[in-house]
């Protein structure tokens, strides 16, 4: 289960615009289903959207795209689960991971006004927007990939239920 792009866009705070030329560029590309043509549609999964609003915040904040590359470029290589634990801080030249308090201190011991996004609460800010916006398969049993299916409702499990599901687990 996915997001379209203009329900991804709705929940990361951005424009279609934005999305269009960072999936050309690949910055953030679909992971679920890219664009395969004219009228074909893209298909972001929870942790697209996610990144998708990292970048935006990012890029409010005054970061270089060439910077916003890099950090996501990072991102990619860390699991689901790591992204809700960690912060992203920069100085506006680059942008540091910090995982531990200690890590955050240093950087702000070091003399340099810097800025941070705790990934952890935009994970929770997506998951509240996405909650009541339509999602929709990858592709459907009998092959037809254009069945939507409101967040509310629907069978099928999707990446940010299963993450729902672990934690109340956990609890």
């Known amino acids: 289960m996915g997001y379209r792009g203009p329900v991804a866009c709705s929940a990361a705070g951005i424009t279609y615009r934005q999305l269009d030329y960072w999936a050309r560029t690949k910055l953030v590309e679909p992971s679920l289903r890219n664009a395969s043509g004219s009228g074909s549609a893209r298909l972001y999964s929870f942790r697209d959207v996610l990144v998708l609003k990292v970048v935006k915040r990012l890029l409010d904040t005054g970061v270089s795209l060439q910077q916003i590359r890099a950090a996501i470029e990072h991102l990619r290589e860390r699991g689901v689960e790591d992204l809700a634990e960690i912060t992203l801080m920069s ?29 952890g609460r935009v994970w929770r800010e997506v998951e509240g927007s996405l909650a009541e916006l339509p999602r929709e398969r990858s592709e459907t049993p009998d092959g037809d990939d254009k069945a939507s299916v409101p967040a509310a409702q629907g069978h099928a499990v999707d990446e940010l239920s299963q993450l729902r599901a672990k934690r109340q687990q956990a609890s």
Do not use: H
């Open 91 to 119: 100085d506006g030249a680059s942008v540091y991971e910090c995982t531990s308090t200690e890590e955050v201190i240093d950087l702000v011991q070091g003399g340099q006004g810097v800025f941070g996004i705790a990934v």
